[in-house]
């Protein structure tokens, strides 16, 4: 995500960053940069180090990384010093990310260059709808820290929307293509739930409340093993509270995104096996297996039970996917390799 954010920025911003007697040029350079840095102090440094190695005037790194200080989501921070800063992406939440990314990346550009007519919320990032969601604010850093500036969101109102950054930087649509077993299991049982009209006798027989108590336990459980067999809880290396912050912050995005990827998955295989069900399973076939007329609402209910049955299926046929196969399926690329790099290490 950061990928794309960032080119179709440089597309737009020398036309919006155009002033007098300046002609603006912006480079992409996709690296990661801040695949093992833990801090913004870190990736200032290497996005020095690329500035100089590519000779640039100024150098801003857009992340995936959540940053937090004293409690607080970090949207950016700017050493003016040394032309450089950092952009983190899941602190602008889970919507509007090329949007708040342009104002964010406006700001810190003046923030760089010295120009800040117009006051701190000249390009509308700290709207009233924000202010009341997780307002934006700005701090000047003393002598002691390595940024001049720095832009971050309340503590507990901006929690939310880093959560949902994070959410949407492991993008949890893309999960059902990561895994391929979990998806074949649930496909190859949904076809069985299909031909076996004891399963359409059952399905007839349960009541809507059983049926989405039965889907949301098969979502559940897909999600639960995902989690357990390939060791995607992270754990408190620390008795700290801000580790405990943390930790929770991870490892709820996690649950978070892997419920909503087996949730898309589900979506998917229900539409299609009620397609499946009814271009193979004529209506008078189902009607005699089932004792009474069979209308639309019949066959969405076959379709549930189906659904539900290779969703659960699916969770055994997850343990087939290596550990690193998951991790890059449930979530985005600075996240699947700081949870690679920490199983290494233990």
């Not at 300046?22 to 833990?38: C, L, Q, Y």
């Not at 924000?130 to 109102?157: C, F, G, N, S, W």
Request: glycine letters at 8%; hydrophobic letters at 40%; proline letters at 3%.
């Amino acid at each position: 995500m950061p990928e794309r954010v960032t080119r179709r920025l440089a597309d737009d911003l020398p036309d919006m960053l155009g002033q007098e007697y300046v002609s603006w040029a912006v480079e992409v350079d996709v690296d990661p940069v801040t695949a093992g840095r833990h801090n913004t102090r870190d990736i200032l440094a290497s996005t020095r180090d690329r500035m100089d190695h590519h000779n640039w005037d100024y150098a801003i790194c857009l992340t995936d990384l959540p940053v937090r200080t004293h409690g607080r989501p970090v949207v950016a921070e700017a050493d003016c010093d040394r032309n450089v800063a950092v952009v983190s992406l899941p602190a602008l939440g889970g919507t509007q990310v090329y949007r708040r990314s342009k104002q964010i990346m406006l700001l810190i550009v003046d923030e760089l260059t010295g120009h800040r007519g117009g006051g701190e919320n000249r390009y509308g990032l700290d709207n009233t709808l924000t202010r009341i969601l997780a307002p934006v604010e700005r701090h000047e850093q003393d002598e002691q820290h390595e940024a001049d500036i720095r832009y971050t969101t309340t503590p507990k109102r901006g929690r939310m929307r880093l959560l949902a950054g994070m959410v949407r930087s492991n993008e949890p649509a893309q999960l059902i293509f990561g895994l391929r077993s979990a998806l074949a299991a649930a496909v190859a049982t949904s076809a069985f739930g299909l031909s076996s009209s004891t399963i359409w006798q059952i399905g007839d027989q349960l009541g809507v409340l059983r049926q989405l108590l039965a889907a949301f336990v098969s979502v559940a459980l897909l999600v639960f093993w995902l989690i357990t067999a390939h060791g995607l809880w992270e754990k408190r290396k620390s008795g700290s509270e801000a580790d405990r912050e943390q930790v929770l912050l991870y490892n709820t995005s996690t649950v978070a995104t892997l419920t909503i990827g087996v949730g898309v998955m589900y979506l998917g295989l229900f539409v299609i096996n009620l397609a499946v069900a009814m271009f193979v399973v004529p209506e008078e076939l189902l009607s005699s297996t089932l004792g009474h007329p069979a209308d639309f609402t019949r066959y969405l209910t076959l379709a549930w039970g189906f659904t539900s049955m290779g969703v659960v299926a699916g969770a055994l046929g997850s343990s087939l996917e290596s550990d690193q196969a998951v991790r890059q399926a449930a979530y985005g690329y600075r996240e699947e390799q700081r949870r690679t790099e920490q199983s290494e290490q233990s």
